[in-house]
């Protein structure tokens, strides 16, 4: 046994501290992103914050509403083979949905019909894939990542989860453009509760990109922010990506029934590990497992544009407060301050 006793931080244990700057106005601020990936070697613009591929929030209208923002959406792994390659089709900007997969047999033999449907060429329009497993530290997986990004050259693979550097660089070594970090943060997540295993999101983020930008590689990070300034301080951090599930649900672009409570319009909104999932697509809870995720209500909160607005508002905002006119700039001008407190929530909070 070993402690490792370097203090490892949470979006709340850090503010981002206020640099003087030439910046006046927040709308000169530049939010939107170009990388060229290492594997697939693509060009992406966009505003790199993409939906989760929960079933809840990774949908079609997700995409669609998120896609004028220049956002994108990981679609959730449950649509019809003929739904996805008619969407994909229809996609006029490729990088606004990414199609995701597990390692099992049966997702990629769904996603070899998914691909010749499609076209599998180079001129695909499916260009951007979700490879992930709860637990992205095992060998299989590994071997998984290699194997499409051999016989799929061309595809921008992100793939997860892992929360530390050395897992980082196997899987860019292994084929993968972006690398997928979060364990255990989810609003909706209980792996921590269930099984002990984590990382402090924020720690994992800098220590994860730090890897990854070593290699020509990016990272998302995956879980954990509920708020605008979580989003920004993950980009602080070093992220290239940050995938949002919690703050996308409530909304009319999500699939999840729209129930009343104590007159409060609410949706369900559940983790792909609930008992809730389980029993919707695998016929319940295998014998050997726990369910690691739950199920809540959120507040129902009307059409996702405002939402999105507001987040793109805070980094932006975020981006004037320590003078970076890009988002580019936000690491390379963030320093964390360790606090004890976030918020005055005297008059609770909100
Ligand atoms: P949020 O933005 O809601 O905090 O986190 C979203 C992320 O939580 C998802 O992208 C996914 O990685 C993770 N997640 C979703 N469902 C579950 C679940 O049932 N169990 C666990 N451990 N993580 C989940």
């Not at 079933?55 to 959406?73: V, Y």
């Not at 196997?170 to 997540?189: M, Q, T, W």
């Not at 792909?272 to 809540?296: F, H, I, L, W």
Request: proline share 4%.
């Amino acid at each position: 046994m070993r402690i490792e006793n370097d203090v490892k931080l949470d979006f709340k244990d850090v503010l981002i501290r206020p640099k003087r700057s030439t910046l006046s106005t927040r709308s000169n601020v530049d939010i939107s992103r170009e990388y060229r990936f290492r594997h697939a070697q693509v060009d992406y613009h966009g505003v790199p914050i993409i939906a989760a591929n929960m079933d809840t929030t990774g949908t079609f209208e997700m995409a669609r509403a998120l896609e004028p923002f220049l956002l994108s959406t990981a679609l959730h792994k449950h649509y019809a083979v003929e739904e996805l390659v008619a969407f994909f089709k229809g996609l006029e900007r490729k990088f606004a949905a990414f199609y995701s997969m597990g390692i099992a047999p049966a997702d990629e033999e769904r996603f070899d019909r998914v691909m010749a449907a499609a076209g599998p060429g180079s001129d695909t329009p499916i260009r951007c894939i979700c490879i992930d497993v709860a637990n992205g530290y095992t060998e299989g997986f590994v071997r998984f990542v290699a194997k499409i990004r051999e016989r799929y050259p061309h595809l921008v693979i992100m793939a997860g989860n892992v929360v530390t550097g050395e897992m980082t660089e196997e899987l860019i070594l292994s084929g993968a453009d972006i690398v997928k970090v979060g364990i255990g943060p989810g609003s909706v997540c209980t792996t921590r509760k269930m099984t002990g295993v984590g990382y402090p999101q924020l720690s994992a983020i800098v220590e994860c990109a730090d890897a990854a930008h070593g290699l020509e590689g990016h990272i998302c990070a995956d879980g954990g922010c509920a708020t605008p300034g979580d989003v920004a301080k993950a980009f602080g951090g070093g992220a290239d990506f940050v995938m949002l599930g919690g703050m996308f649900a409530g909304h009319d672009e999500c699939a999840g029934d729209v129930v009343e409570r104590d007159g409060q319009t609410c949706q369900r909104f559940y983790g792909m590990s609930s008992r809730t999932a389980m029993e919707k697509y695998s016929g319940g809870v295998a014998q050997y497992r726990a369910p690691e995720g739950k199920e809540v209500l959120v507040p129902y909160r009307g059409p996702v544009a405002g939402t999105a607005q507001e987040i793109l508002g805070g980094v932006r905002s975020a981006c004037t407060y320590v003078g970076a006119r890009r988002l580019r700039e936000l690491s390379k001008r963030t320093t964390f301050v360790r606090v004890s407190q976030q918020t005055n929530d005297v008059f609770g909070r909100s």
